[in-house]
C-alpha cells in the first residue's frame, strides 16, 4: 500500500508543479514558463511571510506575546479553511483522470490518501509562512521556555488538518447535494458561493467590533478563538504550561477527524464520482433550427463552459460577490458611524475620493478570460476547426469576463455612488475608472492565457487555480495595477483624481497594445 500510495502522490506533484514538462522538455516557451512561476511563487510567499512577521513584531512589542499562538493558529485555520474550500470541487470529485486512476490496482483510500495529502502538503507550506515566523518571535520574547516554543513549533505540523477536513467536507457535501440535481451546476456554484460568503463573514466578524488599539483586537479575536475553536485552547494552553498532555489531545483529536474523514469519503468514493459525471436525462423536443452570427454562438458556447465548471465560475465569481456584499452593508451603514467604528478621522471623506479604485480592486480579482482557453483541455482541436477567426473566439471569452463584470460593478457603483453623496466629478469617475479597469483586466487575461495556455490538466482545478500561470499573473498585474494607484491616492488626496485620470489612459493604452497583438494569434500557434 505504502509504494502505490507515494507513487500517486509523487504523480500529482509532479503534475501539480510541471517538473516532468521542465526537466524533460525541448521547448523554451515550458521552461520560461516554470521559470515564470517560480519567480511569482517566490515573490508570493516573501510577501506574506513579511506580513506575518509583522504582525507578530507588533504584537510582542505591545506585550501582547502571550496570545501570539491563539492568533496564529486562528489566522492559519482561516487561511487554511477558505483556500481549501476555493478547491474542493477538484480534488476529490469529478476528476478528468478518474477512470484512468480507477483502473489501477489501487484501492480507493490509498486514492483518497493521495490526493488529501497533496492538499495538506500545500496548506503546510502557507501554513509555515504564517506561523513559523510567529514561532520565532515568540521563542524570542516570550518567557514560557524552550519547550513551550517546540511545541508551539510541532503543533505547526498538525494545524492545517481540521480546518482542512472541514472545507473538504464541505465541498463533499455540496457535491452530493447537487448532483441530485438536474441543474447540478447551477446548484453547486449558488451552494459554494454562500459558504464562502459564511466563511468571510465568520473570519471578519471580529473587525466589526468597537476597538480604538490593535491589542484590544488582539486579545479579543483571542478570546474569540479560545472559546469557539477547541484547537486554538489545547495549543494555547500546552505552550502556555509547556504540558505536553493538551499537545498529544490536540493531536488526538486531528488524527480521529482525519481517520474518520477518509473512512467515509473511501466508502462513498466511487458513488460520489460516479453521480458527478452522471447527466440526467432530458426529452428530446423536435424544435426549428436558430441560425446567428459566429460570436453570438461562440458567446453562448463559453457561457455554458462558464456555468458547467463549479471552481472556474466561483474563483472567478468570487470578487464581484463580495463587492456586492461589501455596497449592500455600506447601504444600510451611514460613511459615518465606519468612522466611527474604524477610529480613522477623516475615512469617509477619503472614501469618496477613492471609491473607484476601491472597485477596481474588486474588478481585478475577476477574471474569466485568464482560464477560458485552458479549459479546452484536449478539445481544444474544435477551436481550430470550426469557421471563424481566432479573434472572434477571443471576443467571445473576453464578452464573458465583460458580462460577468458589468452587472455587479453597475450595482454597486450605483448603491455606492448614492450612499456617498458623490460629486459629479467622482461619479464620472465612478463610471470612467471601472469601466477601463473591466476591458484591461479581460484583455490582459485574454492575451496571458494565451501566451501562457495550459491544456494537460486532470482536474479544472490545475486549469484555474493550481500552477496556471496565466492566473496568476493576470490576477498579480490587476492588483498591483489597481492598489499602486490606490496608496497613491490614499497619501496624495488632493490629486486623487487626476490618478485615476491618468492611471485609467495608461491602462487603455496597455488594453488596445495587447487587444492589438491577439488579433495577430492564430489558434494553431496556441
Not at 520560461?32 to 508570493?44: E, L, N, P, T
Request: glycine share 6%.
Amino acid at each position: 500500500m505504502k509504494n502505490r500510495y507515494l507513487l500517486l502522490l509523487k504523480m500529482q506533484l509532479y503534475n501539480f508543479f510541471g517538473i516532468n514538462r521542465i526537466l524533460h522538455s525541448h521547448s523554451k516557451k515550458e521552461k520560461r514558463s516554470g521559470a515564470v512561476f517560480g519567480m511569482i511563487a517566490i515573490v508570493v510567499m516573501g510577501l506574506m511571510i513579511t506580513y506575518s512577521t509583522a504582525i507578530s513584531v507588533g504584537l510582542a512589542s505591545m506585550g501582547a506575546i502571550n496570545i501570539l499562538p491563539t492568533i496564529s493558529v486562528l489566522i492559519c485555520s482561516l487561511v487554511t479553511l477558505i483556500l481549501t474550500f476555493l478547491k474542493s470541487s477538484g480534488v476529490l470529485v469529478g476528476l478528468r483522470d478518474y477512470d484512468m486512476v480507477m483502473s489501477l490496482p489501487v484501492k480507493n483510500s490509498e486514492v483518497v490518501l493521495s490526493r488529501l495529502t497533496f492538499v495538506y502538503l500545500s496548506n503546510l507550506l502557507i501554513s509555515s509562512i504564517v506561523v513559523l515566523p510567529a514561532v520565532i518571535i515568540f521563542g524570542m520574547n516570550a518567557e514560557t521556555g524552550i519547550l513551550g516554543s517546540i511545541i508551539f513549533l510541532l503543533s505547526l505540523l498538525f494545524l492545517p488538518v481540521i480546518p482542512m477536513i472541514i472545507s473538504l467536507g464541505l465541498g463533499v457535501l455540496i457535491a452530493a447535494i447537487s448532483s441530485r440535481s438536474k441543474r447540478k451546476n447551477l446548484f453547486s456554484l449558488a451552494l459554494s458561493t454562500l459558504v464562502v460568503l459564511l466563511i468571510v463573514a465568520a473570519s471578519t466578524q471580529a473587525q466589526n467590533m468597537k476597538s480604538d488599539e490593535i491589542m484590544d483586537i488582539g486579545l479579543t479575536l483571542s478570546n474569540v478563538a479560545n472559546r469557539i475553536y477547541p484547537p486554538a485552547i489545547l495549543i494555547s494552553k500546552a505552550v502556555e504550561s509547556q504540558n505536553f498532555l493538551y499537545f498529544l489531545i490536540f493531536i488526538g483529536m486531528t488524527a480521529l477527524t482525519y481517520g474518520v474523514f477518509v473512512g467515509i469519503v473511501s466508502h462513498f468514493y466511487q458513488k460520489m464520482n460516479t453521480a458527478a459525471f452522471s447527466h440526467s436525462a432530458a426529452r428530446y423536443e423536435s424544435k426549428s433550427l436558430k441560425v446567428s452570427s459566429p460570436f453570438k454562438a461562440m458567446y453562448k458556447r463559453e457561457f455554458d463552459c462558464y456555468f458547467s465548471c463549479t471552481i472556474y465560475a466561483l474563483n472567478s465569481t468570487i470578487g464581484m460577490v463580495l463587492l456586492l456584499v461589501v455596497s449592500l452593508l455600506l447601504l444600510f451603514t451611514s460613511p459615518e458611524m465606519v468612522e466611527q467604528q474604524s477610529g480613522i478621522s477623516g475615512l469617509s471623506y477619503l472614501l469618496r475620493r477613492v471609491l473607484p479604485l476601491v472597485i477596481a480592486v474588486f474588478i481585478t480579482m475577476t477574471s474569466t478570460a485568464s482560464a477560458s482557453l485552458s479549459l479546452e483541455g484536449k478539445s481544444r482541436w474544435l477551436m481550430c476547426s470550426v469557421p471563424v477567426r481566432a479573434i472572434d473566439i477571443f471576443h467571445s471569452k473576453i464578452a464573458v469576463n465583460l458580462t460577468v463584470i458589468c452587472p455587479f460593478v453597475l450595482i454597486s457603483a450605483l448603491m455606492l455612488g448614492i450612499k456617498m453623496e458623490v460629486s459629479l466629478i467622482q461619479a464620472v469617475l465612478l463610471c470612467i475608472v471601472p469601466a477601463v479597469y473591466a476591458c484591461f483586466i479581460s484583455v490582459l487575461g485574454m492575451y496571458m492565457n494565451v501566451k501562457f495556455p495550459k491544456y494537460d490538466w486532470v482536474s479544472e482545478y490545475y486549469a484555474v487555480k493550481g500552477g496556471a500561470i496565466s492566473v496568476l499573473v493576470t490576477m498579480g498585474t490587476g492588483m498591483l495595477g489597481s492598489v499602486i494607484p490606490l496608496v497613491i491616492c490614499v497619501a496624495f488626496q488632493n490629486y486623487s483624481g487626476l490618478v485615476m485620470l491618468v492611471t485609467s489612459f495608461l491602462l487603455l493604452t496597455v488594453s488596445f497594445v495587447l487587444y492589438g497583438r491577439l488579433r495577430r494569434y492564430q489558434l494553431y500557434e496556441i
